[in-house]
């Protein structure tokens, strides 16, 4: 099978706990996050979180990829932006704003590149 390009969106992330999971591996799939950019809606400062749950280790194996990072007022913070992040089956890519909806996100991922 072929590899694919998908983009992963999130529009007004949560700021409850758990966040807002933007993607999600496929069973049997290995895949690659290649971009993750945060965008603040808001003409204030807010933070944003990014975890990423190692699913072979657990459901609570959760962690952080950037905690807390200020993203400032109409701005945006490019958590990947060059290095790679691989993605086993079962893992999950999840944001968390510091307020709510005032936030969105876009992962550039590339899918089953394991076939």
Same mark, same amino acid.
């Given at each position: 099978?072929?590899?694919?390009?998908?983009?992963?969106?999130?529009?007004? %992330?949560? +700021? !409850?706990?758990?966040?807002?999971?933007?993607?999600?591996?496929?069973?049997?799939?290995?895949? =690659?996050? &290649? #971009?993750?950019?945060?965008?603040?809606?808001?003409?204030?400062?807010?933070?944003?979180?990014?975890?990423?749950?190692?699913?072979?280790?657990?459901?609570?194996?959760?962690?952080?990829? %950037?905690? +807390? !990072?200020?993203?400032?007022?109409?701005?945006?913070?490019?958590?990947?932006?060059?290095?790679? =992040?691989? &993605? #086993?089956?079962?893992?999950?890519?999840?944001?968390?704003?510091?307020?709510?909806?005032?936030?969105?996100?876009?992962?550039?991922?590339?899918?089953?590149?394991?076939?």
């Amino acid at each position: 099978m072929a590899n694919d390009f998908k983009n992963a969106i999130a529009q007004n %992330v949560s +700021n !409850a706990a758990g966040g807002t999971t933007i993607y999600t591996t496929p069973a049997t799939k290995t895949s =690659i996050m &290649l #971009e993750l950019d945060i965008a603040n809606t808001t003409q204030n400062v807010v933070e944003a979180s990014v975890e990423i749950l190692d699913s072979s280790v657990g459901a609570s194996a959760w962690r952080y990829l %950037v905690k +807390n !990072a200020p993203v400032p007022a109409g701005g945006s913070l490019m958590v990947i932006a060059g290095q790679k =992040i691989v &993605l #086993e089956a079962g893992d999950k890519v999840r944001v968390t704003s510091s307020a709510a909806s005032v936030m969105d996100a876009v992962a550039a991922i590339l899918e089953d590149v394991n076939s």
